[in-house]
Structures are given as structure tokens and as C-alpha cells.
């Protein structure tokens, strides 16, 4: 195999690339952003008396306190000041913080409210404060509401903004004139913060004016600043706040009814009923002022959303997203590196049954669980004041059992999962700068002799006082370890370059030994490998012609195998993107692979590979202006290949409706049309005299996939709502030819299936014929602070076959008339936190 571009040409022209950039007159002379130096603060005012949370701020307190004021807008606009003022106090007690905004406006009509679900920001305005709690710029909580009194509330670190946290809060929210008001208050066991006796927190607050789609600041965020917490302003005067015992429980209790599909020894169908009873509890202990304890034992995911199934004919697994509450929650330190798949925790068993395999030794497999259940989960997180973030994580899952049948009629029972305990260690020491240095291990211990698992990986980034360039990386060492042997592997990534500013570039090193394989607890596609990536990319954030902002982006990745040394692929990438006056949104791409690459991965054998020809792809994006009752976003890709007559054409349309602030609907319409696709069908092992080698069978295919899908919802307020997510999905696999895989990755003609390889009465369909549908309806009513009643629907189908079905309308009636599974479930949690409990008790 030669390389098609030699090694010291690519790095030539990388340092070729990276000279020219540090020459600003090629470029210009880049425009300098205003730094608002001067960081805003904010004296917080003791009080003595109860604030009543009712959304309008009449206590005299109120008007004694400090007033943060005169926003700055970060978009679309990053710089002017607001017109229409906001005004903010801040007062504090022995148990609260508390947060008091008045946003005044042109009108009433100028104020959009619309209902949502929590952590649901919709088509509406909303005022929101941030708490910087150990002045860290590393870790942080967000609180919101909008004029309809919907509550959101996240948390920040340096993985992102995640909104699956969920505290418990007051809040009221109303109008008052020409302006709404907002009113919050939050006990100090929703924070983590030091002990000292006076406190400065970072703080920042945010309003968006949603008539203008205008979002503004106290303390200035800069888009062309690299972060988020390192921009905000400070809260001072906290004096001889002490940290609560934190300590809430929430039990639940839930009821599950399901009818599903079972087989018959012949293979016919018949339904079962499931009824199944169950009660567990969440825990969360304060452990310390800075440590919390959560752990959820027995827990119920009866409510969780179906995932997205879909046809895969690609070597590698699906990454389905995590819905399940207790792994999105509070999880931003066991998320760092990237090691951490959470769905292997309660997902496919370890040894998950081949049928086919099974029935060839005489044995059918009548039930054959996909999940595995998980008894508790524990985790143990917080940070020092010396900024030591401690992350302990546990999880235990139960043994899991597939049902058989032998050819006498005999049932009987095969372990598919051992019991498995899944463990987190991370260690998170936060820097200046936005800077950190990070450990994380992650082990999985199972039962008996199925092999165990370990990972220690290490990561940092080290930015310079203006956080204006920045050097990261990571490395890692996987091990498995099985009775009487053991297998390591590692990798490593090196990366840096300019992150803030207009223009700003990065390059990249990464390998991925052979060897490497962190999939026990986390996922990985792709090993064996060593990539380059230059990144380059110029931002615009003021308004200019017709644009109120544009980015652009232009890179190239150079890929070798790591064992041994060859060329496997090289790829030239470009991105444009940008918001027009009128709110519309636009951009384009493209990927150009300008030299046959070698894809070591579609022959599903070690060692070889298949010739991946020349290719190039173009796309783009709209979506309009989400403020309209009526919003369209529509996507269009096309590839090309110099190989047969071979072309991918993919589009998807995604209408969305919104009736009234009540009612909305949005429904996605998507098409992929792969025609004369290359790809793996089938091998077969021969022995030879010297050792074995591999008939590998390629088939040439058309793949067309249709997908709809319909989510509506119905807020009855900002308390209750009823929510509705059908989605059909249809893919048809039809093989025309079949190739056989030369030894230097060429395709040669060949007879497959016949020539030897079957006999007439067992030549094999490779064609699929493959339907999923699914329907979650749930209700959902929040009846106190961090209590619920939810009840849900599902249904779902899930179909394989052989048989080509031609047309959509007889396929979707197939479906829908065949074997389906229904649930109904009903929950109820209540959520009862300890301090309450106590002042309750101490009044009577």
C-alpha cells in the first residue's frame, strides 16, 4: 500500500499554513474587540424579616438595596448598552439568597411569555442570575424565569452548560405596566460554597428580550472571549453565611403495566401482560459545606424517552443519547475526558445471545433482554477551597438472563450479565486562567470469569492570562484484564493555539494504540491511529451589510495507522454560518477526500482494508426566525464518489408550528438516498496449509432511508403540561452485485452467492427491510417544589425482514399492524427536604 500524500509533505505544508497565519498582514490587521476591563460588583443587603415571593418587589427592603444596572448586549450586537433598563437587587438571609429584577419594556405586547416544560426557554423572554460560588471561573449555577413563571436552572463547568440539573427553588414572575418583574428565592442548600465568613461569589445576570431577539449582560460576555465564567462581575458583602445540612429525600412510588410480543417454539407470536409494582428513593446529603452525596437506590427509568433505533450496516455501535435522569444530573466532573458513556451502565448485557449462534447447537431463544437492571447508584462530588474537585462514582448491576428452549420443549435459563460494579474516581485541580489539570480512573469488577476493565487517563489546559492562546491535552492507558492474561493499550491527544479574538486557529496531535479500548465504561469508534488537524477559523460578531454576524472555518486532517506506519486517510473541510438581519440563519459546508484513503474498519477483519475512493461533499442549512408563529429549518447534503455510479442525496424539512403560548407542534421530514453505497456483507475463514485466510464479501447497494417524526405540547401552566413524540422509521437495504475484497483493497467480480460458497436451498437474503415506530405520550404535573405525577404511554414497534417493501403508504401499514409492545406507567415522587421538615417541627 503507498501513500498517496507523503508524510513530510503534509507536515511541510502544516508549518507552511501555521507561518502564514502569525503574518497579520496577509490577513489584515485584526479588529480589536472593546475589553470592558473594569469588572462590575454588587454589594448584597442583609435582612432580618421574610421576603414574600409573589413577583412584585413592595417590601421596603427591596428599595434599600443596591441596583445593578445599565446591561451590555452580547447578541446579536456584542457591545451597546441597553435602552430599555433592567434593574436588579440582591439581599440574603441566614437560609436564602435573593434575587429581585424589574425589566421594563416598550409595552406589554413587546414582553413574549410563552408556557413551557421546566428547563424549556421556548419562544419568551426570561431574566436569569449566575453564581460564581468559589470565584473559581471553573464552576458555577444558573437560575431563570421567564414572565410566565417558567423555572430553568443549570449548571457550568468547563464541560458546558448542562441543564438537566435540577434544584429546588421559589420563584414568581408578573407584569406590571410597560415591565415584568422577577422574583426568586434560593436556599442556600440548592449551592455549594466555602465556609469563610464573608463570601465573594462571581456573579452575572442575563435578560433576552425575545421582540428582538436581543440578550444582554450585567457584567459584559464577550463572544470573541474564550469562556464564560472568567466574564463575569462579583457579589460581595456575604457575611456569616453558613452552608445548611443539606439533606432531601425523595421517594417514589410507580406502577408499570406493559403487553408485549413473545415467540413461540415455532416462531409464531403470542402476547404476555407485565404487571409490576415498585418504590425506591433519591438521597441527597450534604456531606460537607462543599461535598454532596447523591444516590438513587432501585431506581425506575419506566419514563425514560425510546431511543432513536435506526438500520446500522456500519462496523461500528450506535451512541444513543441519555435520557435517565440520575446520569444527567450533576455529572459535570465524571464527564470530563470524554471517558464516560453512561449507557453501558444498564445497557446491552456482556454476553448478549447470538440466536443465530444458539440455533445452531438447538436451542431457540424465547427471551433475550437488551437492558440490564441497575439496583443503585451513588455519587459523591465537590470541590476544596483550594479548588480540588473530588468526583466519587457507583453503580451496581444486577445478573441478567436470557430465556431458551431445546428441542424437547425444555426451558431453561443462560446468565447474559454478570453482577457489575461500575466505579469513578476523578481528581480536578482548577488553575488561573480557566486553567486545570485533571485525573480520572474508571473500573468495572464483574462476577465469576468474565474479564474485568480499567482506565487511567489525565488531562489539562493551560491558558495565558488573557486567556487569549491555549495549550491542552489528555492521555489515557486502557486495561483489561481476563484469567491469566492482560491487555493495555493507550493513547494520547496534544493540542493549541489562538482562542479568542476574530481570527483563531488550532492544531492538533492524537494517537490511538492498537490496543486502545475504553469501551467497558466509556466509547470509542476508532483506534489504531495517528491524526493531525489544523483548525482554522474567522469570526465576525459585529453587524456588517446584510449580516448581523458570520463564522467561517477551514481545516484538514491527516490520518496513519499507528501499527503499522501506512497512510489511511486525509480529508480538507470548510464551514460557513451566519445570521442575516431578519433573523434568518444560514450556512454551508463542505469535504473534499481528494486521494483514495483505506478504511481498515468496513472488512470487519484485522489487518485488512478496502480502497475508499476519491469523494467530495457539499451542503447547506436554513432555518428562519423561531419568533414567528409559522418556522421552517430545512438541510440539504449531496456526495459524490469516483467509484460506480455511487452518490449519497440527504435533505430533511422541519416545520414547526406554534398554535398559541399553550400549544405547539414540530414535525422533521427525513430523506437518504444512497445509491450504489459500498460496504461489508459477508466473509468467510479458510484454513489453509500455513494459516487462515478470509474470503471478505462487499455488496453493492441502494440504501434509502425515510424518517417522521411529530413532537407536540400542550402547557396547561407553568405547572402541568402534556407532551406528545411519535416517530416512524423506514430503511431499506437492497444489494444489486457483490465484490470480493482484494489483498490490496481493490473490489474483484465475483459469483457470491453462488460459486461455491452455498448450496441452492440456502443461499442467503442479504436485503433488509427495516421499520421502527414509537409513540411517548407522558403527563406531567408538578404538584409541590420538587414533586411530581407522571403518567405515560408508549408504544413501540420494532420490525426486521428480507422482503423489499416498495412503497411507503403499504410499509407504514405493515408496520403498524404487526407484533407491538404497550405500557402505561404511573409515577409519583415527593420531594421532602430536611430544613422544612425541621422548621415544621419546631413550630409545633
Not at 486 to 493: I, K, V
Not at 528 to 548: A, G, S
Not at 787 to 810: A, F, T
Request: aromatic share 14%; net charge neutral.
Amino acid at each position: 500500500m503507498n501513500d498517496c500524500l507523503p508524510k513530510p509533505v503534509f507536515v511541510r505544508m502544516m508549518m507552511l499554513l501555521l507561518a502564514v497565519l502569525t503574518q497579520q498582514q496577509v490577513w489584515g490587521q485584526e479588529k480589536k474587540t472593546p475589553v470592558f476591563a473594569n469588572v462590575k460588583q454588587l454589594q448584597a443587603l442583609r435582612i432580618t424579616e421574610p421576603i414574600k415571593i409573589d413577583g412584585s418587589l413592595d417590601e421596603v427592603i427591596w428599595q434599600q438595596a443596591e441596583i445593578a444596572t445599565n446591561f451590555i448586549q452580547n447578541r446579536p450586537t456584542p457591545g451597546p448598552k441597553e435602552v430599555h433598563p433592567t434593574q436588579v437587587r440582591v439581599l440574603y438571609d441566614d437560609e436564602s439568597i435573593y434575587v429581585g429584577a424589574i425589566m421594563h419594556d416598550v409595552s406589554p405586547d413587546s414582553i413574549f411569555r410563552q408556557l413551557g416544560k421546566r428547563d424549556d426557554f421556548g419562544n419568551t423572554d426570561f431574566f436569569g442570575v449566575f453564581f460564581d460560588t468559589y470565584n473559581d471561573q471553573i464552576n458555577g449555577f444558573g437560575f431563570f424565569i421567564t414572565p410566565a413563571g417558567v423555572q430553568l436552572d443549570a449548571r457550568y463547568s468547563s464541560n458546558g452548560e448542562d441543564f438537566t440539573w435540577n434544584a429546588v427553588w421559589e420563584s414568581s414572575a408578573k407584569l406590571e405596566g410597560n415591565s415584568w418583574v422577577a422574583e426568586m428565592r434560593i436556599p442556600y442548600s440548592a449551592l455549594r460554597f466555602s465556609s469563610k465568613p464573608e463570601q465573594l461569589w462571581g456573579l452575572n445576570f442575563m435578560r433576552n428580550r425575545q421582540s428582538t431577539r436581543q440578550g444582554y449582560f450585567w457584567n459584559h460576555v464577550d463572544p470573541a472571549i474564550n469562556g464564560f465564567m472568567n466574564q463575569f462581575g462579583k457579589l460581595r458583602g456575604l457575611k456569616d453565611v453558613e452552608a445548611p445540612l443539606r439533606l432531601s429525600l425523595t421517594p417514589y412510588v410507580s406502577s408499570y403495566a406493559e403487553r408485549y410480543p413473545a415467540r413461540n417454539g415455532d416462531g409464531s407470536v403470542h402476547y404476555e401482560n407485565n404487571v409490576n409494582f415498585s418504590g425506591g428513593m433519591d438521597v441527597k446529603y450534604g456531606i460537607n459545606d462543599a461535598f454532596t452525596l447523591d444516590m438513587t437506590l432501585i431506581p425506575d427509568f419506566s419514563q425514560v424517552q425510546s431511543d432513536n433505533q435506526v438500520l446500522n450496516l456500519s462496523p461500528f455501535e450506535v451512541q444513543f443519547n441519555e435520557y435517565r435522569p440520575f446520569f444527567m444530573e450533576g455529572t459535570e466532573l465524571f464527564n470530563k475526558g470524554g471517558f464516560l458513556y453512561s449507557r453501558r451502565i444498564g445497557g446491552m448485557p456482556i454476553n448478549f445471545l447470538n440466536a443465530d449462534a444458539e440455533r445452531e447447537q438447538g436451542n431457540i431463544v424465547i427471551e433475550n433482554p437488551r437492558e440490564t437492571k441497575m439496583l443503585n447508584g451513588t455519587k459523591i462530588s465537590g470541590r476544596t477551597q483550594s479548588g480540588l474537585g473530588i468526583g466519587l462514582f457507583n453503580a451496581i448491576v444486577g445478573r441478567q438472563y436470557a430465556t431458551l428452549e431445546d428441542s424437547e420443549g425444555n426451558r431453561f435459563q443462560k446468565e447474559t450479565q454478570p453482577l457489575t460494579n461500575y466505579n469513578i474516581l476523578v481528581l480536578d485541580q482548577s488553575l488561573k486562567n480557566n486553567s486545570f489539570v485533571t485525573l480520572v480512573n474508571t473500573n468495572v469488577l464483574r462476577e465469576g470469569s468474565t474479564y474485568d476493565a480499567n482506565l487511567t487517563g489525565m488531562l489539562f489546559r493551560v491558558a495565558n492570562k488573557g486567556n487569549k492562546y491555549a495549550v491542552d491535552g489528555s492521555a489515557a492507558l486502557s486495561q483489561k484484564y481476563y484469567p491469566g492474561d492482560a491487555q493495555l493499550g493507550h493513547m494520547y491527544r496534544i493540542g493549541g493555539g489562538k482562542v479568542s479574538g476574530n481570527f483563531q486557529y488550532r492544531f492538533t496531535h492524537s494517537m490511538k494504540s492498537d490496543t486502545y479500548d475504553p469501551n467497558d465504561m466509556g466509547i470509542n469508534f476508532i483506534r489504531n491511529t495517528v491524526d493531525e488537524d489544523l483548525n482554522l477559523r474567522y469570526n465576525i460578531y459585529q453587524p456588517f451589510w446584510k449580516l448581523l454576524n458570520m463564522n467561517t472555518q477551514l481545516g484538514a486532517t491527516y490520518s496513519r495507522r499507528y501499527k503499522p506506519d501506512d497512510f489511511q486517510n486525509f480529508v480538507i473541510y470548510g464551514r460557513v454560518s451566519g445570521t442575516f438581519r431578519n433573523f434568518l440563519s444560514m450556512g454551508t459546508f463542505f469535504n473534499l477526500e481528494p486521494v483514495e484513503t483505506y478504511d481498515f474498519f468496513e472488512p470487519r477483519v484485522n489487518g485488512r482494508y478496502y480502497t475508499f475512493p476519491v469523494n467530495r461533499s457539499i451542503g447547506t442549512w436554513i432555518s428562519s426566525d423561531y419568533r414567528k408563529k409559522l418556522a421552517l429549518d430545512v438541510e440539504l447534503s449531496y456526495r459524490t464518489f469516483d467509484e460506480h455510479d455511487r452518490q449519497n442525496f440527504s435533505y430533511s424539512i422541519a416545520p414547526r408550528y406554534r398554535v398559541n403560548d399553550k400549544l405547539m407542534f414540530v414535525y422533521r421530514y427525513n430523506r437518504n438516498i444512497n445509491h450504489d453505497d459500498m460496504g461489508y456483507a459477508n466473509h468467510f475463514t479458510r484454513d489453509n496449509v500455513i494459516d487462515k485466510s478470509h474470503d471478505i464479501i462487499f455488496g453493492l447497494r441502494d440504501v434509502n432511508t425515510v424518517s417522521n417524526e411529530l413532537t407536540s405540547s400542550y402547557i396547561f401552566n407553568n405547572r402541568m403540561s402534556l407532551s406528545l413524540r411519535a416517530r416512524h422509521y423506514w430503511s431499506k437495504a437492497e444489494y444489486n452485485r457483490f465484490f470480493k475484497l482484494g489483498d490490496k483493497g481493490e473490489l474483484l467480480t465475483d459469483t457470491y452467492p453462488q460459486g461455491g460458497y452455498f448450496t441452492d436451498d440456502e443461499l442467503p437474503n442479504h436485503n433488509i427491510n427495516f421499520n421502527t415506530f414509537n409513540v411517548d405520550m407522558i403527563y406531567s404535573w408538578w404538584f409541590a417544589p420538587g414533586s411530581e405525577i407522571s403518567v405515560m404511554w408508549k408504544n413501540s414497534i420494532l420490525e426486521s425482514q428480507g422482503d423489499i417493501v416498495p412503497r411507503y403508504h403499504e410499509n407504514f401499514t405493515r408496520t403498524i399492524t404487526g407484533p407491538q409492545t404497550n405500557s402505561l406507567s404511573v409515577r409519583v415522587l415527593y420531594f421532602i427536604d430536611y430544613q422544612v421538615l425541621k422548621k415544621q417541627f419546631s413550630k409545633s
